[in-house]
């Protein structure tokens, strides 16, 4: 299975790896490694994560206040946001699917 990102939820992982990366040096790079590692729990299991709407699931990341939401296409998950958990709860529902 495959993945690829809505082009916000692309700039928001990139936006929050460089917040973190300025708070402390290499935190940066561990947020994205928990990303990737929470991206790799989504693959393995795409139906498992709780639903948010119609098809659209929230995989919460295990260190960092941030989850991933997605759905699943056929063969291949597409990731609308990386959001952090304490931001308005339904600003990514207005991204194409």
């Known amino acids: 299975m495959t993945y690829s990102f809505h082009p916000d939820a692309e700039l928001e992982l990139n936006v929050a790896v460089d917040y973190y990366e300025e708070c402390k040096i290499n935190l940066g790079a561990e947020f994205a490694y928990e990303v990737q590692q929470t991206i790799q729990r989504i693959l393995e299991f795409p139906q498992s994560w709780q639903k948010l709407d119609r098809e659209i699931r929230r995989c919460l990341t295990n260190r960092f206040p941030f989850g991933v939401i997605y759905y699943h296409k056929e063969e291949e998950i597409i990731i609308l946001a990386v959001m ?13 699917i």
């Open 84 to 96: 952090q958990l304490q931001r308005k709860p339904n600003y990514w529902k207005e991204r194409n």
